[in-house]
Protein backbone atom coordinates (compact mmCIF):
# COMPACT_ATOMS: atom_id res chain seq x y z
CA UNK A 1 0.00 0.00 0.00
CA UNK A 2 2.04 2.93 -1.33
CA UNK A 3 1.71 6.71 0.48
CA UNK A 4 -0.15 9.10 -1.40
CA UNK A 5 0.70 12.74 -0.96
CA UNK A 6 -1.56 15.36 -0.21
CA UNK A 7 -1.89 19.02 -0.77
CA UNK A 8 0.52 20.11 2.18
CA UNK A 9 3.11 17.22 1.47
CA UNK A 10 3.72 19.04 -2.34
CA UNK A 11 3.41 22.78 -0.68
CA UNK A 12 6.55 22.37 1.68
CA UNK A 13 8.08 20.06 -1.06
CA UNK A 14 7.56 23.45 -3.42
CA UNK A 15 8.80 25.55 -0.48
CA UNK A 16 11.80 23.18 -0.13
CA UNK A 17 12.40 23.97 -3.81
CA UNK A 18 12.24 27.17 -3.85
CA UNK A 19 15.02 27.01 -0.71
CA UNK A 20 17.00 25.37 -3.06
CA UNK A 21 17.01 27.81 -5.86
CA UNK A 22 14.68 25.31 -8.10
CA UNK A 23 12.01 27.05 -10.10
CA UNK A 24 11.43 25.16 -13.28
CA UNK A 25 10.95 21.91 -10.96
CA UNK A 26 8.55 24.04 -8.79
CA UNK A 27 6.22 24.13 -11.53
CA UNK A 28 6.55 20.85 -12.92
CA UNK A 29 5.91 19.61 -9.12
CA UNK A 30 2.76 21.85 -9.27
CA UNK A 31 2.07 20.40 -12.41
CA UNK A 32 2.11 16.67 -10.94
CA UNK A 33 0.04 18.06 -7.96
CA UNK A 34 -3.07 18.68 -10.70
CA UNK A 35 -2.52 15.38 -12.19
CA UNK A 36 -2.55 13.44 -9.25
CA UNK A 37 -6.03 15.34 -8.35
CA UNK A 38 -4.59 17.37 -5.35
CA UNK A 39 -6.50 20.60 -3.71
CA UNK A 40 -4.98 23.35 -5.83
CA UNK A 41 -4.84 26.20 -3.23
CA UNK A 42 -3.95 29.78 -2.56
CA UNK A 43 -1.25 28.54 -0.03
CA UNK A 44 -0.11 26.40 -2.59
CA UNK A 45 0.19 28.64 -5.27
CA UNK A 46 1.07 31.70 -3.31
CA UNK A 47 4.23 29.89 -2.52
CA UNK A 48 5.01 29.09 -6.12
CA UNK A 49 4.65 32.64 -6.67
CA UNK A 50 6.86 33.76 -4.11
CA UNK A 51 9.88 31.30 -4.46
CA UNK A 52 9.63 32.66 -8.55
CA UNK A 53 9.58 36.20 -8.01
CA UNK A 54 11.97 35.84 -5.04
CA UNK A 55 14.56 34.48 -7.69
CA UNK A 56 13.03 37.08 -10.47
CA UNK A 57 11.75 34.50 -12.59
CA UNK A 58 8.41 37.08 -12.77
CA UNK A 59 7.15 35.35 -16.40
CA UNK A 60 7.12 32.25 -14.90
CA UNK A 61 4.89 33.55 -11.67
CA UNK A 62 2.92 35.27 -14.18
CA UNK A 63 2.11 32.39 -15.77
CA UNK A 64 0.62 30.80 -12.71
CA UNK A 65 -1.20 33.49 -11.94
CA UNK A 66 -3.20 32.96 -15.38
CA UNK A 67 -2.91 28.99 -14.41
CA UNK A 68 -4.93 30.04 -11.79
CA UNK A 69 -7.26 31.90 -13.32
CA UNK A 70 -7.75 29.12 -15.95
CA UNK A 71 -8.71 26.92 -12.91
CA UNK A 72 -10.84 29.41 -11.31
CA UNK A 73 -8.98 29.76 -8.52
CA UNK A 74 -9.53 33.52 -6.91
CA UNK A 75 -6.15 35.07 -6.56
CA UNK A 76 -6.17 36.98 -3.45
CA UNK A 77 -4.61 40.39 -2.44
CA UNK A 78 -1.43 38.74 -1.18
CA UNK A 79 -0.52 36.84 -4.34
CA UNK A 80 -0.90 40.29 -6.62
CA UNK A 81 0.62 41.79 -3.76
CA UNK A 82 3.58 39.50 -4.57
CA UNK A 83 3.41 39.49 -8.34
CA UNK A 84 3.58 43.76 -8.31
CA UNK A 85 6.59 43.83 -5.68
CA UNK A 86 8.34 41.49 -8.09
CA UNK A 87 7.60 43.39 -10.64
CA UNK A 88 8.63 46.87 -9.09
CA UNK A 89 11.77 45.40 -8.23
CA UNK A 90 12.80 44.27 -11.55
CA UNK A 91 11.97 47.56 -12.73
CA UNK A 92 8.82 46.69 -14.94
CA UNK A 93 6.70 49.22 -13.11
CA UNK A 94 4.78 49.83 -15.86
CA UNK A 95 3.48 45.88 -16.01
CA UNK A 96 3.08 46.14 -12.37
CA UNK A 97 0.52 48.98 -12.62
CA UNK A 98 -1.28 47.11 -15.51
CA UNK A 99 -1.64 44.26 -12.67
CA UNK A 100 -2.99 46.65 -9.83
CA UNK A 101 -5.12 47.68 -12.72
CA UNK A 102 -6.53 44.05 -12.98
CA UNK A 103 -6.34 43.34 -9.29
CA UNK A 104 -9.01 46.26 -8.96
CA UNK A 105 -10.81 44.99 -12.04
CA UNK A 106 -11.54 41.44 -10.79
CA UNK A 107 -12.77 42.85 -7.63
CA UNK A 108 -9.17 42.71 -5.34
CA UNK A 109 -9.35 45.60 -3.30
CA UNK A 110 -5.61 46.32 -3.07
CA UNK A 111 -3.94 47.63 0.66
CA UNK A 112 -1.02 49.48 1.91
CA UNK A 113 1.61 46.87 0.51
CA UNK A 114 0.14 47.52 -2.95
CA UNK A 115 0.72 51.13 -2.88
CA UNK A 116 3.80 51.18 -0.88
CA UNK A 117 5.52 48.96 -3.84
CA UNK A 118 4.45 51.01 -6.40
CA UNK A 119 4.89 54.41 -4.94
CA UNK A 120 8.42 53.13 -4.07
CA UNK A 121 9.03 51.71 -7.64
CA UNK A 122 7.69 54.87 -9.17
CA UNK A 123 9.92 57.27 -7.29
CA UNK A 124 13.28 55.03 -7.59
CA UNK A 125 12.76 55.71 -11.35
CA UNK A 126 12.65 59.36 -10.58
CA UNK A 127 8.83 58.88 -12.28
CA UNK A 128 8.05 61.39 -9.19
CA UNK A 129 4.66 62.48 -10.32
CA UNK A 130 3.72 59.03 -11.08
CA UNK A 131 4.67 58.54 -7.58
CA UNK A 132 2.89 61.55 -6.09
CA UNK A 133 -0.67 60.46 -8.17
CA UNK A 134 -0.61 56.90 -6.08
CA UNK A 135 0.60 58.23 -2.71
CA UNK A 136 -2.51 61.08 -3.09
CA UNK A 137 -5.12 57.94 -4.29
CA UNK A 138 -3.62 56.28 -1.27
CA UNK A 139 -4.67 59.26 0.79
CA UNK A 140 -7.94 59.25 -0.50
CA UNK A 141 -8.65 55.98 0.26
CA UNK A 142 -8.16 56.27 3.42
CA UNK A 143 -4.90 53.92 3.67
CA UNK A 144 -2.08 54.90 6.19
CA UNK A 145 1.74 55.03 4.23
CA UNK A 146 4.33 53.89 6.34
CA UNK A 147 7.69 55.84 6.80
CA UNK A 148 9.46 54.01 4.17
CA UNK A 149 7.00 55.17 1.63
CA UNK A 150 7.28 58.70 2.43
CA UNK A 151 11.44 58.73 2.64
CA UNK A 152 11.49 56.84 -0.97
CA UNK A 153 8.65 60.05 -1.60
CA UNK A 154 10.89 62.95 0.01
CA UNK A 155 14.13 61.84 -1.78
CA UNK A 156 12.31 61.85 -4.73
CA UNK A 157 10.44 65.22 -4.35
CA UNK A 158 14.02 66.40 -3.34
CA UNK A 159 16.18 65.16 -6.07
CA UNK A 160 13.63 66.17 -8.81
CA UNK A 161 10.86 68.68 -7.42
CA UNK A 162 13.71 70.49 -5.25
CA UNK A 163 14.00 70.36 -1.24
CA UNK A 164 11.58 72.70 -0.67
CA UNK A 165 8.83 70.63 -1.83
CA UNK A 166 10.47 67.37 0.15
CA UNK A 167 10.16 69.86 3.49
CA UNK A 168 6.68 70.33 2.26
CA UNK A 169 5.91 66.59 1.73
CA UNK A 170 7.76 65.92 5.33
CA UNK A 171 5.39 68.51 6.81
CA UNK A 172 2.07 67.39 5.88
CA UNK A 173 2.94 63.77 6.92
CA UNK A 174 3.79 65.02 10.45
CA UNK A 175 0.37 66.84 10.35
CA UNK A 176 -0.55 62.99 9.60
CA UNK A 177 0.96 61.97 13.01
CA UNK A 178 3.74 59.92 11.08
CA UNK A 179 7.29 60.50 12.97
CA UNK A 180 9.90 60.91 10.71
CA UNK A 181 12.97 58.16 11.48
CA UNK A 182 16.57 59.06 10.90
CA UNK A 183 16.61 58.31 7.38
CA UNK A 184 13.64 61.18 6.43
CA UNK A 185 16.60 63.26 8.50
CA UNK A 186 19.29 62.58 6.74
CA UNK A 187 17.62 62.88 3.40
CA UNK A 188 16.47 66.22 3.97
CA UNK A 189 19.96 67.46 5.16
CA UNK A 190 21.29 66.16 2.26
CA UNK A 191 18.66 68.06 0.28
CA UNK A 192 19.45 71.13 2.04
CA UNK A 193 23.07 70.32 1.49
CA UNK A 194 23.46 69.87 -2.26
CA UNK A 195 21.65 73.44 -3.15
CA UNK A 196 24.25 74.78 -0.79
CA UNK A 197 21.69 75.89 2.19
CA UNK A 198 23.66 74.95 4.98
CA UNK A 199 21.94 76.73 7.15
CA UNK A 200 18.18 74.89 6.83
CA UNK A 201 20.55 71.38 6.81
CA UNK A 202 21.67 72.80 10.30
CA UNK A 203 18.15 73.54 11.21
CA UNK A 204 16.97 70.32 10.62
CA UNK A 205 19.88 68.41 12.50
CA UNK A 206 18.18 70.58 15.54
CA UNK A 207 15.14 69.25 15.03
CA UNK A 208 16.10 65.76 14.91
CA UNK A 209 17.82 65.90 17.79
CA UNK A 210 15.09 67.66 19.78
CA UNK A 211 12.75 65.55 18.43
CA UNK A 212 14.23 62.44 20.05
CA UNK A 213 15.54 61.00 16.81
CA UNK A 214 18.80 59.79 17.09
CA UNK A 215 21.80 60.85 14.75
CA UNK A 216 23.77 57.96 12.71
CA UNK A 217 27.07 58.47 11.24
CA UNK A 218 25.71 59.20 8.28
CA UNK A 219 23.77 62.13 9.67
CA UNK A 220 27.31 63.34 10.71
CA UNK A 221 28.94 62.24 7.29
CA UNK A 222 26.24 64.31 5.09
CA UNK A 223 26.69 67.47 7.16
CA UNK A 224 30.60 67.49 7.51
CA UNK A 225 30.11 66.81 3.53
CA UNK A 226 27.90 69.66 3.04
CA UNK A 227 29.77 72.09 4.88
CA UNK A 228 33.06 70.94 3.55
CA UNK A 229 32.03 71.45 -0.13
CA UNK A 230 30.47 74.45 0.36
CA UNK A 231 33.32 76.13 2.06
CA UNK A 232 32.38 76.14 5.59
CA UNK A 233 35.25 73.70 7.29
CA UNK A 234 35.48 75.78 10.71
CA UNK A 235 31.60 74.46 10.98
CA UNK A 236 32.75 70.77 9.45
CA UNK A 237 35.46 70.91 12.09
CA UNK A 238 33.41 71.72 15.48
CA UNK A 239 30.96 68.36 14.40
CA UNK A 240 34.49 66.38 13.61
CA UNK A 241 36.05 67.12 16.79
CA UNK A 242 33.03 66.88 19.08
CA UNK A 243 32.63 63.14 17.35
CA UNK A 244 36.12 62.30 18.17
CA UNK A 245 35.58 64.02 21.95
CA UNK A 246 32.97 61.76 22.18
CA UNK A 247 34.85 58.71 20.78
CA UNK A 248 32.16 58.12 18.02
CA UNK A 249 33.41 55.46 15.66
CA UNK A 250 34.17 57.42 12.50
CA UNK A 251 34.37 55.19 9.48
CA UNK A 252 36.58 56.05 5.94
CA UNK A 253 33.80 57.85 4.37
CA UNK A 254 34.10 60.46 7.29
CA UNK A 255 37.72 60.97 7.19
CA UNK A 256 37.64 61.35 3.50
CA UNK A 257 35.17 64.06 3.42
CA UNK A 258 36.96 65.74 6.02
CA UNK A 259 40.55 65.20 4.14
CA UNK A 260 38.96 66.51 1.10
CA UNK A 261 37.79 69.75 2.94
CA UNK A 262 41.21 70.56 4.48
CA UNK A 263 43.09 70.47 1.08
CA UNK A 264 40.08 72.24 -0.43
CA UNK A 265 40.46 75.09 2.26
CA UNK A 266 44.29 75.02 1.64
CA UNK A 267 45.12 73.44 4.91
CA UNK A 268 47.47 70.98 3.28
CA UNK A 269 49.24 70.34 5.89
CA UNK A 270 46.34 69.78 8.46
CA UNK A 271 44.92 67.41 5.53
CA UNK A 272 48.37 65.46 5.08
CA UNK A 273 48.33 65.06 9.33
CA UNK A 274 45.15 63.40 9.50
CA UNK A 275 46.30 61.47 6.78
CA UNK A 276 49.06 59.99 8.33
CA UNK A 277 46.59 59.42 12.20
CA UNK A 278 44.45 56.79 9.92
CA UNK A 279 46.86 53.81 10.93
CA UNK A 280 46.85 55.05 14.35
CA UNK A 281 43.30 54.67 14.42
CA UNK A 282 42.93 51.44 13.16
CA UNK A 283 41.41 52.87 10.07
CA UNK A 284 42.46 51.50 6.63
CA UNK A 285 42.58 53.90 3.56
CA UNK A 286 40.59 53.18 0.58
CA UNK A 287 40.81 54.16 -3.01
CA UNK A 288 39.25 57.45 -2.47
CA UNK A 289 41.51 58.19 0.46
CA UNK A 290 44.42 58.20 -1.93
CA UNK A 291 42.73 59.68 -4.46
CA UNK A 292 41.61 62.31 -2.46
CA UNK A 293 45.24 62.94 -1.27
CA UNK A 294 46.60 62.43 -4.60
CA UNK A 295 44.76 65.02 -6.25
CA UNK A 296 45.15 67.44 -2.93
CA UNK A 297 48.58 67.06 -3.34
CA UNK A 298 48.91 67.62 -7.02
CA UNK A 299 46.26 70.43 -7.09
CA UNK A 300 48.51 72.68 -4.30
CA UNK A 301 52.28 71.39 -6.71
CA UNK A 302 53.34 69.18 -4.54
CA UNK A 303 53.40 66.32 -7.29
CA UNK A 304 56.84 64.91 -5.62
CA UNK A 305 54.68 63.72 -2.56
CA UNK A 306 51.87 62.51 -4.75
CA UNK A 307 54.07 60.16 -6.61
CA UNK A 308 55.78 59.03 -3.42
CA UNK A 309 51.60 58.32 -2.03
CA UNK A 310 51.00 56.79 -5.49
CA UNK A 311 54.17 54.08 -4.68
CA UNK A 312 52.63 53.36 -1.24
CA UNK A 313 49.12 52.98 -2.81
CA UNK A 314 50.47 50.11 -4.68
CA UNK A 315 52.18 48.83 -2.19
CA UNK A 316 49.09 48.52 -0.01
CA UNK A 317 47.54 46.70 -3.22
CA UNK A 318 45.19 49.66 -3.31
CA UNK A 319 43.22 49.44 -7.02
CA UNK A 320 43.99 52.99 -8.78
CA UNK A 321 40.93 54.46 -10.96
CA UNK A 322 40.66 57.02 -13.27
CA UNK A 323 40.72 59.54 -10.75
CA UNK A 324 44.30 58.60 -9.53
CA UNK A 325 45.69 59.01 -13.11
CA UNK A 326 44.40 62.06 -14.12
CA UNK A 327 45.27 63.86 -11.26
CA UNK A 328 48.94 62.92 -11.53
CA UNK A 329 48.63 63.43 -15.85
CA UNK A 330 47.56 66.80 -15.00
CA UNK A 331 49.60 67.67 -12.55
CA UNK A 332 52.71 66.76 -14.44
CA UNK A 333 51.58 68.65 -17.62
CA UNK A 334 50.96 71.74 -15.81
CA UNK A 335 54.71 71.23 -14.41
CA UNK A 336 56.09 70.97 -17.77
CA UNK A 337 56.71 67.33 -17.43
CA UNK A 338 55.61 65.47 -20.52
CA UNK A 339 57.27 62.53 -20.37
CA UNK A 340 56.30 62.08 -17.16
CA UNK A 341 52.56 62.59 -18.10
CA UNK A 342 52.81 60.78 -21.25
CA UNK A 343 53.82 57.54 -18.84
CA UNK A 344 50.94 57.61 -16.78
CA UNK A 345 48.54 57.82 -19.65
CA UNK A 346 50.09 54.68 -21.31
CA UNK A 347 49.61 52.83 -17.86
CA UNK A 348 46.06 54.59 -17.71
CA UNK A 349 45.23 53.49 -21.37
CA UNK A 350 46.56 49.72 -20.22
CA UNK A 351 44.79 50.05 -17.29
CA UNK A 352 41.55 50.13 -19.27
CA UNK A 353 40.49 54.05 -17.70
CA UNK A 354 40.57 56.70 -19.79
CA UNK A 355 41.22 60.64 -19.56
CA UNK A 356 38.51 62.63 -17.71
CA UNK A 357 36.90 65.85 -19.08
CA UNK A 358 39.64 68.24 -17.17
CA UNK A 359 42.19 66.61 -18.53
CA UNK A 360 41.10 66.83 -22.25
CA UNK A 361 40.50 70.55 -21.39
CA UNK A 362 43.90 71.17 -19.99
CA UNK A 363 45.67 68.98 -22.59
CA UNK A 364 43.35 71.29 -25.69
CA UNK A 365 44.43 74.30 -24.06
CA UNK A 366 48.31 73.40 -24.08
CA UNK A 367 47.58 72.56 -27.86
CA UNK A 368 46.05 75.61 -28.67
CA UNK A 369 49.25 77.79 -27.18
CA UNK A 370 52.22 75.23 -28.69
CA UNK A 371 52.83 73.76 -25.51
CA UNK A 372 51.85 70.77 -26.35
CA UNK A 373 50.86 68.96 -30.50
CA UNK A 374 48.91 66.58 -31.76
CA UNK A 375 50.24 63.15 -30.80
CA UNK A 376 49.81 63.77 -27.09
CA UNK A 377 45.88 64.38 -27.71
CA UNK A 378 45.99 61.34 -29.89
CA UNK A 379 47.51 59.28 -26.50
CA UNK A 380 44.33 59.90 -24.59
CA UNK A 381 42.20 58.33 -27.30
Known amino acids: MGYHPNT????????GLFLNDKASEMVALVDRMVAKGCQRNLVTYGAVVNGLCKRGEIDLALYILKWMDNAKIEVNVVIYN????????YKHVDDALDLFSEMENKGVRPNVFTFIALVDAFAKQGKILEAEKLYEEMIARSIDPDVVTCNTLIKGFCKSKGVENGMELFREISQRGLVGNTITYNTLIQGFCQVGDCDNAQEIFKRMVS??????????????????KNGKLDKALVIFEDLQKRATELNIVTYNTVIEGMFKAGKVEAGWDLFCSLSLKGVKPDVVTYNTMILGLC???????AYALLRKMKQDGSLLDDRTYNALIRAHLEDGDKAASAEFIKEMRSGGFTGDASTFGLVTNMLQDGRLDKSFLDMLF
Do not use: A, M, Q, R
Not at 82 to 89: A, E, F, H, P, R
Open 211 to 228: CGIPPDIWTYSILLDGFC
Open 299 to 305: NNKLKHE
Open 8 to 15: VTFTTLIH
Open 82 to 89: TLIDGLCK
